[in-house]
């Protein structure tokens, strides 16, 4: 049936999209009574819904086809909203004991599903036997639940917890007990409180997976969380976001739940959840409005000013403030809604543009492929601080990025193709040594891939086995998990960043020759595993957190030694200084070879290793500044 193309005037002060909504939430609110509580959805005609809606059909063709298209955008919702409840609970429990962990992830998604039996008779009952689309829509869902209870058993025998073996079985029997269960409750054949389904649920599993359980009692329900309510200030919402924003910045966007948040402002999930609908939707407010915020005030600095320095200037400053954006951004993009990508996205492209207009302005007979780059390039520059933690004296820190930006928006770019690569012969196609066994290598190389374009929650290891041309158990012959193998992968990152900084040192003599061969091979690495580099960079808080605290400890003495390369050619800089900018240059580079507007350029390499020298170089504040740093 054709949809009936709704009227785009404005009536009752409100919108056609307005309206669209507000209709759509009433088809769904009368819904969700009749189909989970009322007759079901089979005995729904179409007249008695809309009245009870207070709708005519005519007003439902605009918004759906048929009444299973309501029913299945119910379903949808439903298990969306069950979902993100889990992995929030799954996010917060990193690295506790499979017993906490098993315990959350189950507790989660009974409370979610039987706090309202209608959600659970929707979910359970009245999608059953409806039709092709309804039963693909649910092996859909059920296909990505058992994923995640697969990730968390592998995750258990990553860690020793566990005997490791093809938990696929195991996770399907789970979820099939845990359905009936439901299903049982929400149709009346068992009398059972939540709390009581969580016990028996959590027995049989843990019975399944041979760990001893717990005696204590269960814990109380999560909607039974009540922390003390406070007076809501005048700027709650911008309280919200800044918590928020720094939260999934440090700890990860699957590893924070709403409680987290709630707890850490003082205030109830039920205040939260009043500002913002979903984690998601606070995701990406946090991102949208603080883009928002720096574009307005670099717009302003520029108007004010009337120079290219005013706009570049308030950009570091007003990046500074919000130190953690950045991280969030490159960590999390992939966590947004669709909307709220195009959004992000076209507020970077803005972003950029007034970039590109100060430079301009500095620069004017830039070409334009060469002032797009270096844009970006500066772009990296002000972000560099929100990954890492060295702390400075705020002006001091502004005054140091701002001499990275001179320095870099007066470099002369090396143009035409690159002729400078260097001889890293020991880089075979793999990034791997040589003489390593062929298959694992496949594997860790295939992995690394969809990791980097994907991110590791994305990714099952029936993804891995199939772009390696075997099934996904197969994987378990050579490696314990999708946790090993992204342990393996940043494992060899180190041992390449390793390799080239001390064949560096001993190639380069003195100072400034091993600095520049540092710089070059640390590109040349970069750009030929940019896989690699980018699963280090993007994906090791995913790791357990013994081997997490293990990588950065392994950066964090790699950013020391290379700073004390560059204090040897400059005796002038404290240590904190020295850091900042290697982690400046090593930003600018990490940036570059996954920005696909610059990976296009045959020079990248060369172009590279001109400004990590200058930014190495840049003209900074006085001594007497520099004893004002701190760690």
């Not at 709650?236 to 699957?254: D, N, Q, S």
């Not at 301009?360 to 002032?371: I, S, V």
Request: some cysteine; glycine content about 6%; aromatic content about 6%.
């Amino acid at each position: 049936m054709a949809r009936i193309t709704p009227a785009a005037r404005v009536y009752g002060g409100l919108s056609a999209s307005e309206r669209r909504t507000e209709r759509r939430s009433r088809l769904r609110e009368v819904a969700i009574e009749t189909f989970g509580a009322g007759v079901g959805y089979r005995n729904t005609r179409l007249a008695e819904l809309c009245r009870a809606a207070g709708l005519s059909t005519r007003q439902f063709y605009q918004e759906y086809d048929t009444l299973e298209d309501l029913l299945s955008e119910l379903y949808l919702h439903i298990n969306d909203m069950v979902e993100q409840r889990v992995l929030d609970e799954v996010g917060r429990t990193v690295g506790q004991p499979p017993t906490d962990r098993a315990t959350a992830m189950v507790r989660a998604y009974l409370f979610s599903l039987c706090t309202d039996r209608r959600c659970a008779r929707i979910a359970f009952v009245e999608v059953v036997g409806v039709g092709e689309r309804m039963d693909t829509q649910r092996l859909q869902c059920r296909s990505r639940w058992l994923d995640l209870l697969c990730d968390m058993f592998d995750s258990f025998a990553a860690r020793g917890e566990i005997a490791p073996h093809d938990f696929r079985l195991t996770a399907t029997t789970f979820a099939g007990a845990i359905n009936g269960l439901v299903h049982d409750w929400a149709v009346g054949w068992i009398d059972a409180t939540t709390d009581q389904l969580t016990e028996s649920a959590l027995r049989m599993l843990f019975g399944v997976l041979g760990i001893p359980h717990r005696t204590e009692p269960p814990a109380p329900p999560l909607e039974a969380e009540h922390p003390p309510v406070r007076r809501r200030p005048r700027d709650r919402r911008a309280t919200i976001l800044r918590v928020a924003a720094r939260a999934f910045a440090e700890r990860g966007y699957h590893r924070t739940s709403m409680a987290d948040i709630a707890s850490a402002i003082g205030i109830t999930h039920a205040a939260l959840y009043r500002h913002f609908r979903t984690k998601q939707d606070l995701l990406g407010s946090c991102l949208r409005e603080s883009l928002d915020l720096i574009i307005t005030r670099v717009d302003a600095a520029r108007e004010s000013s009337g120079n290219d320095s005013g706009a570049l200037q308030e950009l570091v400053r007003v990046t500074l403030e919000i130190r953690g954006l950045a991280r969030l951004w490159q960590l999390e993009f992939r966590s947004l809604t669709q909307a709220d990508r195009v959004g992000v996205l076209s507020r970077a492209v803005r972003l950029t543009q007034l970039i590109r207009e100060a430079i301009q302005l500095r620069r004017p007979t830039l070409n334009t492929t060469d002032r797009e780059a270096l844009s970006w390039i500066a772009l990296s520059v002000v972000t560099s601080p929100s990954n890492h933690h060295i702390q400075l004296p705020t002006e001091v820190f502004a005054t140091v990025l701002d001499s990275a930006i001179d320095a870099i928006t007066g470099s002369t770019f090396p143009g035409g193709r690159s002729a400078s690569r260097l001889d890293v012969t020991e880089f075979d196609e793999a990034g791997t040594p040589p003489g390593s066994e062929p298959r694992p290598e496949q594997m860790i190389i295939a992995a690394a891939r969809l990791f980097n374009e994907r991110g590791f929650g994305a990714v099952s290891i029936e993804d891995i086995g199939a772009s390696v041309g075997v099934s996904g158990p197969a994987l378990y012959h050579h490696f314990a998990g999708k946790t090993h193998l992204l342990n393996e992968i940043i494992d060899r990152n180190n041992e390449w960043v390793e390799i080239y900084a001390q064949r560096a040192l001993t190639e380069g003599g003195e100072p400034s020759a091993s600095l520049r061969l540092v710089l070059r091979y640390y590109i040349q690495f970069a750009i030929e595993q940019t896989d690699l580099v980018g699963t280090a960079v993007s994906e090791v808080g995913h790791l357990p957190d013994d081997a997490a605290a293990r990588y950065r400890r392994i950066h964090r003495e790699g950013n020391i030694g290379w700073a004390r390369l560059l204090q040897s050619l400059r005796p002038e800089l404290s240590m904190p200084m020295a850091r900042v900018l290697i982690h400046t240059i090593t930003t600018v580079i990490t940036d570059a070879v996954r920005n696909p507007r610059l990976t296009r350029r045959n020079d990248l390499a060369d172009l590279l290793c001109v400004v990590g020298e200058r930014i190495a170089l840049a003209e900074l504040p006085t001594q007497s500044q520099f004893e004002l740093c701190h760690e």
